[in-house]
């Protein structure tokens, strides 16, 4: 998160007035070289803290919702709340801190558990009344030991009330995932089912392995041929389903490669390729 700070003024010398012009622009810039520079160098990171924290629109209570969300899949954890200190707390320790309204004290997640929440960046929403902890579990995030605290769909509630469904808030990518392995899973039990394209790639590699192929082909060739947009998303949809039946195929989570992906955010794509081991 970017902090403001206040503009600071030097008093500027008479020049004759052929230079003038020329001598005020090149004069605010070096002011403001100078300024921005002196002041990230005076300022405390705890003065820095504490201006972003005076930013927060705390309620009543001096709370805000604080939300964990997944770095890598997205998944909403967990919400509660947080104060100033709980912010202060997890921007120093990079650990999700709340504030228990029901002990009146601050807790960090897996402080009891050991499930913690690493936190890389936090968000304030654009009102700053409400803040995300963007991050990383290292466990179940609910007590009840599911992946996040939200698994019950509203619509099996509606359908029938006295069963509790145990399904996770899953995004595209993520449900296509969890359904692959359905079918995985399926491969191997004794119930024949319904035929299925998916099963049909998992029992046979040679198949899986050249329909890749054909895929990635067949996305290279919109970009070869000019062809529309909408025709490039549909194969790329087409290299996504296959690889990632691969990836079911070879017990790899879709999670492992989106934090690959962010473990390589900050390298040149030349010098990761040169670091690697394989």
């Not at 405390?44 to 709370?63: A, Q």
């Not at 997205?74 to 309204?101: D, H, P, W």
């Not at 062809?227 to 998303?233: F, I, K, L, S």
Request: with cysteine; aromatic share 8%; net charge neutral.
């Amino acid at each position: 998160m970017s902090i403001s700070y206040y503009p600071c003024f030097q008093p500027l010398k008479v020049l004759p007035k052929s230079n003038l012009n020329r001598a005020l622009t090149l004069k605010r810039y070096n002011v403001v070289v100078t300024c921005t520079k002196k002041s990230h160098e005076h300022i405390s990171p705890e003065s820095k803290v504490d201006f972003l924290l005076d930013r927060v629109k705390w309620d009543d209570k001096g709370l805000a919702v604080a939300i964990a969300q997944n770095v890598d899949t997205g998944a909403v954890l967990m919400q509660g709340f947080a104060n100033r200190e709980a912010l202060s707390t997890t921007i120093s320790s990079r650990k999700a801190t709340f504030y228990s309204r029901s002990r009146s004290s601050l807790w960090t997640k897996g402080e009891t558990s050991n499930n913690f929440i690493n936190v890389f960046d936090v968000f304030l929403d654009c009102d700053r009344d409400s803040i995300i902890y963007l991050g990383k579990p290292d466990g179940p995030t609910c007590h009840t030991g599911s992946e996040t605290c939200y698994y019950t769909p509203v619509d099996e509630l509606l359908k029938n009330p006295e069963v509790e469904k145990n399904e996770l808030a899953l995004t595209t990518l993520y449900a296509l995932e969890s359904t692959i392995n359905q079918r995985k899973a399926e491969t191997s039990s004794s119930s024949n089912g319904k035929p299925s394209w998916t099963k049909r790639l998992l029992l046979d590699d040679k198949l899986l392995c050249s329909k890749i192929r054909e895929e990635a082909d067949e996305l290279c060739r919109t970009l070869e041929e000019n062809e529309d947009n909408g025709r490039t998303a549909s194969e790329m949809a087409d290299v996504l389903y296959h690889a990632m039946v691969l990836l079911s195929l070879r017990g790899v989570k879709i999670e492992e490669v989106m934090q690959v992906l962010r473990q390589r955010f900050s390298k040149s794509g030349i010098e990761e390729k040169n670091s690697r081991k394989f």
